[in-house]
């Protein structure tokens, strides 16, 4: 019966349930978009740039910030937007600029159709975008090819080391979870001592597929490794939300015994690249997105060039983000891949800034601390600084609608997290330093010995290179 539940899910249920129950056209898309990747290069160039020259009209006509913004630069009608050259000299939308002219980027014929997602990203503070059903749909087709490279497809038994949140999985959450065949553990409650549960999970569940983030899967490796111990072996691991290092690929595969796949995105896109059977670079989803390597950040030692992050959604007509930087850099890969797809490449994603701090049990509290806060209405930004293991001091800036019960809610996760045992210190200021580098950090920790997770290092890494060269700003 289980092999037989991956066809039936993905030939019958599934599009029952998105196609006639749901009315989406995900599958077209996705049936679409597979045909798009084994284009020649020049094709999808073509195909991209018609996407865009149209929405690049779209904007000029129903959304009053791009039309002013670039009347400002002497642009006098779309037509004056004739290559990505002449695109790439457009301003470069930031996430303040998105805050400061929220209702001012929407499409006049859209205002009342949208939907919207909150992302609280490595900069603390809250951002909101709107999107189209239409561009819904497509960031999932998109999402299914990319995973389906990696052996994730539709209806195949994977197992998510991934953040649930705080408290129980609600019952519908735990139902979807269970049609598509997957199951979720939570990792953010992971620490030394609770290492032998996600083994066990693994064995229980025996999943074909691992998705995970990549500090979460390389902590259970090193785990198994240092124990001599072998779980179930899936046919693949598929990373997300960080940047995959080799080494640490290396580290995962020798653990699980099979082969280990990247993928980048951020939470306004969805799936921006993935990694195919080569596992040698990320394919961007040109058909689908317009993704840039702007200004230069810094040259790093194997003598890459890695470039600021642009993202634009070609079919998000709702509310356009163009060229928006999303916080991330990256190094652009030349020549095509050998798998014979014609989407271009990137050869790695060098880093997102996110610090995590630590609880006396030896837990590392990231992500979990961003998922507490931006969800709580009435908090503009805030920043966790931890000095001394046993104290934490957290700044918070207000804005309208902010209770204080919610702040009473946030202590009392905060101290299931991390135990009676740690003073939580708030309090409330107008504003809150910026880095060196520009940047709101949500947790700084001056403990010795906390930058063991590979998002610590990674930000630690990034600050020095910031301090380093002044000149270096990524939005």
Known sequence: MPGMYEPLFRRVLYPAYESIFRRRKTLAYHAEYEANAWMPAERIAELQWQKLSALIGHCWEQVPYYRE??????????GDIRDLGDYARLPVLTKQDVRENFERLKADSFRNGLLYKTTGGS???PLTIGYTRESYERRTAVM???YGWAGAKLGRRVLQLWGAGPGPQPLKDILHHAAFNRRVVDVFTMSDANMGRYADEVNRFRPEVIVSYVASVVRLSQWLLDNGLQVHRPKAVLCAAEPLHEHQRALIEQAFGCPVYNTYGCR?????????????GLHVNADHLCVELGEPVFADASGGNPRQVLVTDLHNYGMPLLRYANGDIASQQHGQCPCGRGLPMLSKVNGRSMDALRTPQGHYIGEYLEYLIFNTPGIARFQALQQRLDEIEISVVRQPGFQEASLQRIQADMHKAFGDGVRLSFRYTDEIPLTPSGKLRVAMSTLAGTATTT???LSAWWEKLCMEQVAVMVA
Do not use: H, K, N, Y
Not at 69 to 78: D, K
């Open 268 to 280: 306004e896109f969805m799936l921006i690249a993935s990694e195919c059977e080569q596992r040698d």
């Open 123 to 125: 900069t603390g503070e």
């Open 144 to 146: 299914l090819r990319g």
């Open 69 to 78: 913004r670039w009347s400002a630069i002497g642009i006098e009608s779309p």
């Open 455 to 457: 998002a610590v290092q």
